[in-house]
T-cell receptor, first 112, second 110 residues
Framework: DVKVTQSSRYLVKRTGEKVFLECVQD?????MFWYRQDPGLGLRLIYF???????EKGDIPEGYSVSREKKERFSLILESASTNQTSMYLC???????????FGAGTRLSVL | KNEVEQSPQNLTAQEGEFITINCSYS?????LHWLQQHPGGGIVSLFM???GKKKHGRLIATINIQEKHSSLHITASHPRDSAVYIC????????????FGAGTQVVVTP
């Protein structure tokens, strides 16, 4: 069965902290995505990766960076967390040429 | 302006009622997706459509490419159908990027 695992369901951090959100998929997928989800705005793409060490900016990359050192793992980094980064973060993966994305359960991040 | 618009934003129905959620888009697409998100966050794919109609159990999805419009219908709704339903479109790029609607919160009461 397909599995995308996000390391934390809930996180509380302080303003200015460096935050790491981890995502692991077990399907050998080439493409991985990080989204944030806010009420009334839906899911917005932060970054995606189409291969190891390859990354592309999405629609809202400011304040974020990513790392993909291994095919199965895609990390989202908040270099200096701010209160406007309080949100639900969702990771997804997709095989090359496949039809659908598979989503993790999400991490609800609160920045105080 | 979002290129994928859903309506209504919120919907409450009584068990057994027929539910319709609408999605309109303004960009060229290769496919349209309907997704379901239960409380707690996880998102699952319900349908992927590029034309016509698909049915799975009590769920029916239709798309009209000329009108750039899709509908998701839930027949004989049940409280377990309570969830956020999300419309998303893919433009056919090789990475499978999606653009999402804001979602429709559906609550089905017993």
């Amino acid at each position: 069965d397909v599995k995308v695992t996000q390391s934390s369901r809930y996180l509380v951090k302080r303003t200015g902290e460096k935050v790491f959100l981890e995502c692991v998929q077990d399907m050998d997928h080439e493409n991985m995505f990080w989204y944030r989800q806010d009420p009334g705005l839906g899911l917005r793409l932060i970054y995606f990766s189409y291969d190891v060490k390859m990354k592309e900016k999405g629609d809202i990359p400011e304040g974020y960076s990513v790392s993909r050192e291994k095919k199965e793992r895609f990390s989202l980094i908040l270099e200096s967390a701010s209160t406007n980064q309080t949100s639900m973060y969702l990771c997804a993966s997709r095989g090359q040429g496949a039809d659908i994305q598979y989503f993790g359960a999400g991490t609800r991040l609160s920045v105080l | 302006k979002n290129e994928v618009e859903q309506s209504p934003q919120n919907l409450t129905a009584q068990e057994g009622e027929f539910i319709t959620i609408n999605c309109s888009y303004s960009v060229g697409i290769s496919a349209l997706h309907w997704l379901q998100q239960h409380p707690g966050g996880g998102i699952v794919s319900l349908f992927m459509l590029s034309s016509g109609k698909k049915k799975h159990g009590r769920l029916i999805a239709t798309i009209n490419i000329q009108e750039k419009h899709s509908s998701l219908h839930i027949t004989a709704s049940h409280p377990r159908d309570s969830a956020v339903y999300i419309c998303a479109v893919s433009g056919g790029d090789s990475w499978g990027k999606l653009q999402f609607g804001a979602g429709t919160q559906v609550v089905v009461t017993p």
